[in-house]
């Protein structure tokens, strides 16, 4: 995904997203083949979305958590 893709996540996250949306930046943080790159940006998305909805406190656990991606 280039720059101005993963831009765009940033900004669209903080917005409100269709289903069809979320389905397809979600596709885009897939497309690089770089599986552990991809699921951070996956992550990334869904965090940002999430904490747009109120579920800011939940996200502080997740963030703190310790990650495994293999």
Do not use: P
Not at 3 to 28: C, H, I, P, S, W
Not at 29 to 34: L, V
């Amino acid at each position: 995904m280039s720059e101005d893709g993963r831009n765009e996540l940033v900004v669209k996250a903080y917005q409100v997203m269709t289903g069809e949306e979320f389905e397809q930046k979600m596709k885009e943080c897939f497309a690089s083949g770089d599986e552990e790159a991809d699921h951070y940006e996956a992550d990334k998305l869904m965090c940002r979305l999430l904490e747009f909805l109120g579920y800011g406190k939940g996200i502080d656990v997740f963030r703190n958590s310790v990650k495994w991606y293999a």
